[in-house]
């Protein structure tokens, strides 16, 4: 695996690559990997013919100072795990690379799509998603780009971004990867204690119960499956309930009715030992 720093000498190895027709998978990261990522890059791996991966711990997406500086960052075992999957090139860029000082930054239109459930507890933490991941578009040029269905909002956002761009590049949403007990992958869970990660497991158990009500009921209503599903975390004496929103997967819009809908998502975080705890399921797609 080639690793760059600087966004000069990426782009020149990229041109050879590219001048001689190879296709670009892209799979943008903030590092401290696991198995969850290493599912984007092996779907990249299997459609293009480099894979990227970029590891840059965004501060612009942050708003609290004291989680920038706690994040992980694990990077020897970061390259190992990139290494074993065999991704071709890693660009580890400072903070200066990507927000050089005159740097010019188209704004976006987000249609609203950054105001609801993580929006709204993170306020301008999707503006800085937005910043980052072009930037490093305009960088890396991928034709795809790999994007995981976990931060189902922040992939309806960047699927926004694309569009008006009208970039060309192929934006792939790749399913999320579960343990054994249905916990979705995340850097997070290890911040769990011993107690909380063997109760983490109800958040996908109720995402799943409310997928059965919708898809085995006659006439499911969204506002009875949501009652369903806090009587649930109530039972299993899950207390904090960041958002539960049953929504429209194109607009982020919350249902009133699934006859409005062709595409329903149900979205939820759970805080468990102080660590927030996210997940969807995408309960139908006509
Ligand atoms: O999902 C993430 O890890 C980050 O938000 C991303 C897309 C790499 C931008 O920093």
């Known amino acids: 695996?080639?690793?760059?720093?600087?966004?000069?000498?990426?782009?020149?190895?990229?041109?050879?690559?590219?001048?001689?027709?190879?296709?670009?998978?892209?799979?943008?990261?903030?590092?401290?990997?696991?198995?969850?990522?290493?599912?984007?890059?092996?779907?990249?791996m299997e459609e293009n013919d480099i894979v990227v991966c970029s590891i840059f711990v965004n501060p612009t997406q942050f708003n609290d100072p004291n989680d920038l500086k706690k994040y992980p960052r694990p990077i020897e075992k970061d390259t190992q795990m990139l290494?074993?999957?065999?991704?071709?090139?890693?660009?580890?860029?400072?903070?200066?690379e990507i927000y050089p000082a005159g740097l010019v930054e188209p704004e976006f239109d987000l249609n609203g799509l950054d105001t609801p459930m993580e929006g709204a507890k993170r306020p301008g933490h999707f503006k800085g998603v937005v910043r980052v991941v072009y930037r490093l578009l305009d960088i890396v040029k991928p034709d795809s780009l790999y994007m995981g269905q976990k931060d189902f909002q922040q992939y309806s956002i960047i699927a926004q971004m694309l569009r008006q761009l009208n970039s060309g590049i192929r934006l792939v949403m790749v399913p999320i990867v579960r343990e054994i007990?249905?916990?979705?992958?995340?850097?997070?869970?290890?911040?769990?204690?011993?107690?909380?990660?063997?109760?983490?497991?109800?958040?996908?158990?109720?995402?799943?119960?409310?997928?059965?009500?919708?898809?085995?009921?006659?006439?499911?209503?969204?506002?009875?499956?949501t009652e369903l599903a806090f009587d649930l975390f109530k039972q299993h004496g899950i207390e904090q309930i960041d958002y539960f929103e049953i929504v429209d997967g194109n607009s982020l819009k919350t249902l009133h009715s699934f006859e409005d809908s062709h595409f329903a998502v149900v979205c939820a975080v759970i805080v468990i030992d102080g660590v927030r705890l996210l997940d969807n399921v995408i309960l139908f797609e006509k």
């Not at 695996?1 to 799979?27: A, C, D, P, W």
């Not at 290494?83 to 200066?96: A, Y």
């Not at 007990?181 to 497991?201: F, Q």
């Open 83 to 96: 290494e074993s999957v065999g991704c071709h090139v890693l660009f580890l860029p400072e903070v200066e």
């Open 181 to 225: 007990d249905g916990l979705a992958m995340s850097s997070r869970n290890v911040r769990l204690s011993k107690e909380g990660r063997a109760h983490a497991p109800i958040l996908h158990k109720v995402l799943q119960e409310v997928e059965y009500y919708v898809n085995s009921q006659p006439f499911p209503i969204p506002h009875k499956a």
């Open 1 to 44: 695996m080639e690793i760059f720093n600087t966004v000069s000498t990426l782009q020149q190895h990229l041109y050879q690559l590219t001048r001689s027709g190879k296709k670009i998978g892209f799979v943008p990261t903030m590092g401290a990997l696991h198995e969850g990522h290493l599912t984007l890059i092996l779907d990249a």
